[in-house]
């Protein structure tokens, strides 16, 4: 069974920075498309970052130039470096990976996500 596990999150003051990480576990045959994405109180989820397997990222405007998303497919893990965090930042953030597992199936798993809280 394939598992995605969140870690990192906290509680940060505006100008701070915080380093999520995800690892992913289970019997897995290749991981595609990973990302980040988040869900503030009264808010839709919505994507942060995302990165393909061979590396090329995409950012949502509102995090351009403050974050970095980053992989290890060897560790079969990706990462989320956020730096300048504002309050608007506050959310639950949530690990995404585009999966196929032996039997061929491709599908989408999610973490149980972690909070990440900006105040001061």
């Known amino acids: 069974q394939v598992q995605l596990v969140e870690s990192g999150g906290g509680l940060v003051q505006p100008g701070g920075s915080l380093r999520l990480s995800c690892t992913t576990s289970?019997?897995?045959?290749?991981?595609?498309?990973m990302g980040w994405y988040r869900q503030a109180p009264g808010k839709q989820r919505e994507l942060v970052a995302s990165i393909s397997n061979a590396g090329s990222a995409n950012y949502a405007d509102s995090v351009k130039d403050r974050f970095t998303i980053s992989r290890d497919n060897a560790k079969k893990s990706v990462y989320l470096q956020m730096n300048s965090l504002r309050p608007e930042d506050t959310a639950i953030y949530y690990c995404?990976?585009?999966?196929?597992?032996?039997?061929?199936?491709?599908?989408?798993?999610w973490g149980q996500g972690t909070q990440v809280t900006v105040s001061s």
């Open positions: 995404n990976a585009l999966i196929r597992t032996p039997n061929w199936a491709t599908n989408d798993y």
């Open positions: 289970g019997t897995i045959f290749n991981i595609y498309t």
